[in-house]
């Protein structure tokens, strides 16, 4: 691996393996190389290779070149013991033929920082047929930018959640909104009705001249414009109900019986039901058991 005491094999002598044009080559690339022979002896490393190791004080020739790749791997232990044998193997079964490469990222601790690497091995073909080739491509920059897209994610992530439950949050306030705004129509409609409206009816029974007449058919009409909301609905629904219809259905939906219905509207208790009868068939509740009133107050 890139970090470790690598040990020259006594009375080994290593010649050049590549010529100065093949050098040029290798020394160009900004990946770390190594030739290996098939005992895992590191026979030609590029510039980069050797600039690696000055800047993290490797001890020995910086080149590497006579040192035994594979037993430093074998050899290694503490938290990096995992990765080194893992390489190890990977590297023997290319040699041995078992695989055409091996690759694998390795974290690499330096004095300075934590670096990634991309390792992959190769099998070199020619006279030696069981040498490799080794490239450790620094790709720390690319796990950063990774990490910093995952970071981005998880942001991203939470603020779709806040803004979930701030919609949910809001969507819960306009329904209640709405709910409140029904209760108080409802409220209104009712108070309306039952305590003004009904005597309104019963004061047109009494002496009145047409003065007072006026006035009070003049309160009426506009108490009836307060109240309105009920018929906009209902007309909005496509229900075609006749003014009397929709008075009958506003104080049904006020929770008032038949008998006070008919005592409000100044009409009979047979009209009443006349008219229950026709709002259920106009509503399509006829071969239904559902409850007027209720159905009614659905419409908000």
């Known amino acids: 691996m890139q970090s470790g005491i690598l040990e020259k094999d006594e009375g080994e002598s290593i010649s050049p393996l590549i010529g100065p044009f093949d050098r040029r080559i290798i020394d160009s690339l900004s990946a770390q190389i190594a030739i290996l022979d098939k005992r895992g002896i590191i026979l030609e490393t590029n510039r980069a290779w050797q600039e690696f190791g000055l800047k993290n004080d490797f001890p020995g020739d910086v080149g590497a070149r006579g040192l035994n790749y594979l037993d430093v791997c074998d050899q290694a232990s503490g938290k990096g013991a995992a990765v080194a044998n893992r390489a190890a193997q990977g590297i023997r079964s290319v040699m041995k033929g ?16 934590n670096m990634w690497f991309y390792m992959r091995v190769t099998r070199i073909d020619g006279p030696e047929p069981h040498s490799v080739l080794i490239c450790h491509e620094n790709v720390t920059p690319l796990k950063l930018a990774e990490e910093t897209i995952r970071e981005r994610e998880r942001e991203l992530a939470l603020k779709t959640l806040n803004l979930e439950e701030i919609n949910t949050a809001l969507r819960v306030l306009v329904e209640q909104r709405e709910k409140d705004r029904r209760d108080l129509e409802e409220r209104v409609v009712s108070n309306v009705r039952q305590l003004v409206i009904r005597y309104i009816e019963k004061m047109k029974e009494t002496h009145l001249n047409d003065h007072q007449r006026m006035l009070l058919g003049i309160i009426e009409s506009h108490l009836k414009d307060v109240i309105s ?11 075609q109900l006749t003014p009397g219809e929709i008075q009958v259905a506003t104080l049904v939906k006020e929770g008032l019986t038949t008998k006070e219905i008919a005592g409000a509207l100044n009409i009979s208790a047979h009209a009443v039901d006349f008219h229950r009868k026709n709002i259920r068939s106009k509503l399509g509740l006829n071969r239904k058991k559902s409850n007027l009133r209720s159905y009614l107050i659905s419409f908000g």
Do not use: H, R
């Open 98 to 113: 078992k695989s055409g490469e091996f690759s694998m990222e390795y974290l690499c601790d330096t004095p300075t920082q």
């Open 229 to 239: 909301p009920f018929l906009q609905k209902a007309s909005a629904l496509n229900i």
